[in-house]
């Protein structure tokens, strides 16, 4: 008879929780740009498995809450139909569908989290954070390179990503 152990809900919600936190800042992987629509009745719906939007409404002060656009200046979710927005947003995936230094990155967080919850011990945790650090700074290398930023038209924000992922790197400005 085969049972399934106690705690592997446990480690697969660590796991989903790690998952989403990797995603929320947005990466290469998970970014992406749409055309937000009124339906006839005027409601403007927000895709499932979705997050971080950013919506450009020129002057209008628009914010994504629930399941709809809101329309905060006129403190209403119904629009014009037909009526549409450009927007970025972040969506959100699997685990089995994230791109290698993702995976390994959740995977990483999701084991020093749960040795740290579950087994505490000091000399491993220190380890698995070390672990985690690689990890983050691979993704962090992956998400540049993928991104295709240009540092010299970025200026500051492109070099401060540079430095973020070298921690050697030294500032002689």
């Not at 989403?20 to 800042?25: D, E, T």
């Not at 006129?74 to 995936?93: C, H, M, Q, W």
């Not at 040795?115 to 220190?126: F, I, L, N």
Request: proline share 3%; charged share 25%.
């Amino acid at each position: 008879m085969s049972t399934r152990h106690p705690f592997v809900d446990v480690i697969l919600s660590i796991l989903e929780r790690n998952t989403y936190s990797i995603q929320a800042k947005g990466l290469w992987f998970n970014r992406h740009k749409a055309t937000l629509v009124a339906d006839v009745t005027g409601k403007i719906t927000i895709p499932d498995s979705t997050t971080g939007w950013l919506v450009d409404a020129c002057s209008r002060n628009l914010a994504v809450q629930g399941a709809y656009l809101r329309d905060m200046d006129n403190n209403t979710s119904t629009f014009i139909p037909g009526e549409s927005f450009k927007a970025d947003y972040r969506k959100v995936l699997d685990f089995d569908d994230l791109p290698a230094e993702a995976s390994a990155l959740a995977g990483a967080m999701t084991v020093r989290d749960f040795q740290t919850d579950y087994v505490a011990e000091s000399a491993k945790r220190t380890e698995l954070n070390n672990k985690v650090a690689q990890a983050q700074r691979d993704l962090n290398r992956e998400d540049v390179r993928m991104s295709r930023y240009n540092f010299s038209s970025n200026g500051r924000m492109g070099y401060n990503r540079l430095r973020r992922n070298n921690p050697g790197y030294r500032d002689w400005e």
